[in-house]
């Protein structure tokens, strides 16, 4: 299984920044998608989190500004960002319970990270 995010950078105070993860290979289904976060010196933190049904969650700290969405028929979670702030600074990783070709259960997978940076 991989995922690849894409949509980070560089954006000012106020801005947006739509990320996306696509995943791919061997996947018979996907269930719970989510983005976390995570700065130098401190744990990943969830953002959000959606369903295969579309229940999402999100942190106190994001809720109102960032939605998360996902597309089943491509295998792909999007987090639309809007006014952004100096502490959403981080580098920003997908994360997804995939179940498998080869496998019963479901396992979790991660992206490789895409950096988000808010500054002026």
């Known amino acids: 299984v991989q995922l690849v995010e894409s949509g980070g950078g560089l954006v000012q105070p106020g801005g947006s920044l739509r990320l996306s993860c696509a995943a791919s290979?061997?996947?018979?289904?996907?269930?719970?998608m989510g983005w976390y976060r995570q700065v130098p010196g401190s744990e990943r933190e969830l953002v959000a989190a959606i369903t295969s049904g579309g229940s999402t969650n999100y942190a106190d700290s994001v809720g109102g500004r960032f939605t998360i969405s996902r597309d089943n028929a491509k295998d792909t979670v999007y987090l639309q960002m809007i006014s952004l702030k100096p502490e959403d600074t981080a580098v920003y990783y997908c994360n997804a319970a995939v179940r498998t070709l080869y496998s019963v259960d479901y396992y979790p997978f991660w992206g490789q990270g895409t950096q988000v940076t808010v500054s002026s």
């Open positions: 290979r061997n996947i018979l289904r996907i269930n719970r």
